[in-house]
Protein backbone atom coordinates (compact mmCIF):
# COMPACT_ATOMS: atom_id res chain seq x y z
CA UNK A 1 0.00 0.00 0.00
CA UNK A 2 1.18 3.39 -1.34
CA UNK A 3 3.02 5.39 1.90
CA UNK A 4 0.68 8.43 3.25
CA UNK A 5 3.51 10.71 1.61
CA UNK A 6 3.27 9.42 -1.53
CA UNK A 7 -0.84 9.78 -1.36
CA UNK A 8 -0.84 13.53 -0.44
CA UNK A 9 2.31 14.17 -3.49
CA UNK A 10 0.41 12.37 -5.92
CA UNK A 11 -3.32 14.55 -4.71
CA UNK A 12 -1.05 17.29 -5.15
CA UNK A 13 -0.24 16.69 -8.78
CA UNK A 14 -3.59 16.38 -9.90
CA UNK A 15 -4.10 20.02 -11.04
CA UNK A 16 -0.93 19.80 -13.08
CA UNK A 17 -1.94 16.06 -14.63
CA UNK A 18 -5.17 17.79 -15.95
CA UNK A 19 -3.14 20.92 -17.23
CA UNK A 20 -1.35 18.50 -19.32
CA UNK A 21 -4.10 16.08 -20.21
CA UNK A 22 -6.05 18.98 -21.56
CA UNK A 23 -3.03 20.02 -23.25
CA UNK A 24 -2.71 16.98 -25.15
CA UNK A 25 -6.65 15.34 -26.04
CA UNK A 26 -8.24 19.23 -26.07
CA UNK A 27 -10.82 17.31 -24.81
CA UNK A 28 -12.20 18.18 -20.98
CA UNK A 29 -13.93 14.51 -21.06
CA UNK A 30 -10.74 12.79 -22.51
CA UNK A 31 -8.53 14.95 -20.24
CA UNK A 32 -10.64 13.71 -17.18
CA UNK A 33 -10.02 9.93 -18.14
CA UNK A 34 -6.33 10.32 -19.10
CA UNK A 35 -5.74 11.73 -15.19
CA UNK A 36 -8.15 8.85 -14.00
CA UNK A 37 -5.95 6.04 -15.89
CA UNK A 38 -2.61 7.84 -14.56
CA UNK A 39 -3.72 8.06 -10.75
CA UNK A 40 -4.97 4.47 -11.12
CA UNK A 41 -1.84 3.28 -12.60
CA UNK A 42 0.53 5.47 -10.51
CA UNK A 43 -1.28 4.25 -7.46
CA UNK A 44 -0.77 -0.02 -8.76
CA UNK A 45 2.55 0.75 -9.55
CA UNK A 46 3.72 3.08 -6.62
CA UNK A 47 7.17 0.59 -5.41
CA UNK A 48 8.25 1.80 -8.83
CA UNK A 49 8.43 5.21 -8.02
CA UNK A 50 11.77 6.48 -6.11
CA UNK A 51 11.11 8.58 -3.35
CA UNK A 52 12.94 12.40 -3.33
CA UNK A 53 12.85 11.93 -7.43
CA UNK A 54 10.92 13.89 -9.59
CA UNK A 55 7.18 12.58 -9.17
CA UNK A 56 5.63 15.11 -11.92
CA UNK A 57 8.22 13.54 -14.61
CA UNK A 58 7.32 10.35 -13.18
CA UNK A 59 3.60 10.65 -13.74
CA UNK A 60 3.65 12.78 -16.89
CA UNK A 61 5.32 9.54 -18.59
CA UNK A 62 2.61 7.69 -17.29
CA UNK A 63 0.08 10.24 -18.37
CA UNK A 64 1.99 10.57 -22.11
CA UNK A 65 2.17 6.98 -22.17
CA UNK A 66 -1.44 6.83 -21.71
CA UNK A 67 -1.81 9.40 -24.29
CA UNK A 68 -0.17 7.68 -27.09
CA UNK A 69 -2.40 4.50 -26.32
CA UNK A 70 -5.31 6.23 -26.84
CA UNK A 71 -3.77 7.59 -29.68
CA UNK A 72 -3.00 4.41 -31.36
CA UNK A 73 -6.63 3.03 -30.11
CA UNK A 74 -8.44 5.82 -31.63
CA UNK A 75 -7.10 7.54 -34.84
CA UNK A 76 -9.91 11.05 -33.62
CA UNK A 77 -6.84 11.98 -31.41
CA UNK A 78 -3.64 12.46 -33.49
CA UNK A 79 -0.48 14.54 -33.13
CA UNK A 80 0.23 16.79 -36.25
CA UNK A 81 2.87 14.95 -38.13
CA UNK A 82 2.96 17.08 -41.45
CA UNK A 83 2.38 20.72 -42.66
CA UNK A 84 -0.85 19.12 -43.93
CA UNK A 85 -1.88 17.75 -40.82
CA UNK A 86 -1.09 21.36 -39.19
CA UNK A 87 -2.58 23.50 -42.12
CA UNK A 88 -4.96 25.06 -39.50
CA UNK A 89 -2.21 26.85 -37.84
CA UNK A 90 -2.54 30.13 -40.21
CA UNK A 91 -4.83 32.76 -38.75
CA UNK A 92 -4.56 36.70 -39.18
CA UNK A 93 -2.24 38.80 -37.14
CA UNK A 94 -3.23 40.86 -34.15
CA UNK A 95 -3.90 44.41 -35.58
CA UNK A 96 -3.67 46.77 -32.14
CA UNK A 97 -0.54 47.39 -30.58
CA UNK A 98 -0.90 45.34 -27.52
CA UNK A 99 -1.74 41.82 -27.67
CA UNK A 100 -3.93 40.31 -24.84
CA UNK A 101 -3.47 36.96 -23.25
CA UNK A 102 -6.29 35.76 -24.92
CA UNK A 103 -4.09 36.27 -28.42
CA UNK A 104 -1.20 34.26 -27.22
CA UNK A 105 -3.24 31.31 -25.80
CA UNK A 106 -5.19 31.25 -29.15
CA UNK A 107 -2.04 31.26 -31.09
CA UNK A 108 -0.66 28.52 -28.63
CA UNK A 109 -3.47 26.23 -29.16
CA UNK A 110 -3.27 26.51 -33.00
CA UNK A 111 0.22 24.90 -32.91
CA UNK A 112 1.09 21.47 -33.71
CA UNK A 113 0.37 19.43 -30.59
CA UNK A 114 4.18 18.16 -30.63
CA UNK A 115 5.46 21.85 -30.41
CA UNK A 116 2.71 22.91 -28.11
CA UNK A 117 3.30 19.97 -25.21
CA UNK A 118 7.17 20.34 -25.59
CA UNK A 119 6.60 24.46 -25.09
CA UNK A 120 4.09 24.18 -21.62
CA UNK A 121 6.12 21.10 -20.04
CA UNK A 122 9.23 23.67 -20.67
CA UNK A 123 7.60 26.90 -19.94
CA UNK A 124 4.73 26.85 -18.18
CA UNK A 125 5.20 23.91 -16.03
CA UNK A 126 9.30 24.54 -15.84
CA UNK A 127 10.71 20.77 -16.27
CA UNK A 128 14.14 21.11 -17.61
CA UNK A 129 14.77 19.58 -21.21
CA UNK A 130 16.11 16.43 -19.89
CA UNK A 131 12.62 15.86 -17.94
CA UNK A 132 10.44 16.65 -20.96
CA UNK A 133 12.33 14.24 -23.26
CA UNK A 134 11.34 11.60 -20.76
CA UNK A 135 8.05 12.69 -20.38
CA UNK A 136 7.77 12.75 -24.28
CA UNK A 137 9.95 9.78 -24.91
CA UNK A 138 11.91 11.54 -27.29
CA UNK A 139 15.39 13.23 -27.40
CA UNK A 140 16.41 16.28 -25.65
CA UNK A 141 16.91 17.94 -28.94
CA UNK A 142 13.90 17.96 -30.21
CA UNK A 143 12.69 18.67 -26.68
CA UNK A 144 15.08 21.93 -27.92
CA UNK A 145 13.66 22.13 -31.52
CA UNK A 146 9.90 21.87 -30.48
CA UNK A 147 10.47 24.50 -28.39
CA UNK A 148 12.24 26.64 -30.85
CA UNK A 149 9.56 26.35 -33.75
CA UNK A 150 6.70 27.07 -30.96
CA UNK A 151 8.46 29.59 -29.78
CA UNK A 152 9.61 31.35 -34.01
CA UNK A 153 5.55 30.25 -34.88
CA UNK A 154 4.54 32.66 -31.87
CA UNK A 155 6.74 35.34 -32.60
CA UNK A 156 5.99 35.39 -36.33
CA UNK A 157 2.47 35.83 -35.48
CA UNK A 158 2.61 38.74 -33.16
CA UNK A 159 5.04 40.54 -35.58
CA UNK A 160 2.06 40.20 -37.80
CA UNK A 161 3.55 37.47 -40.25
CA UNK A 162 1.00 34.75 -41.34
CA UNK A 163 3.24 31.95 -39.52
CA UNK A 164 3.78 28.70 -41.18
CA UNK A 165 3.03 25.17 -39.99
CA UNK A 166 6.28 23.72 -38.86
CA UNK A 167 5.87 20.17 -38.87
CA UNK A 168 7.62 17.95 -36.10
CA UNK A 169 10.71 16.37 -37.61
CA UNK A 170 10.96 13.53 -35.38
Known sequence: MPSERFREELKERIPDLYRFAQSMSRSRDIAEDLVSETVITA???????????NMGAWLYAIQAGHYRNLVR???????????????FVGFPAPQQSSVDLGDAMRIIEKLPNEQKLALYLICRD????????????CEVGTVKSRVYRARATIAKAFEGEAPQAAAPRA
Open 73 to 87: RNRKVAFYETDEDAS
Open 43 to 53: LKNWEQYTPGT
Open 126 to 137: GHSYEDAARILD
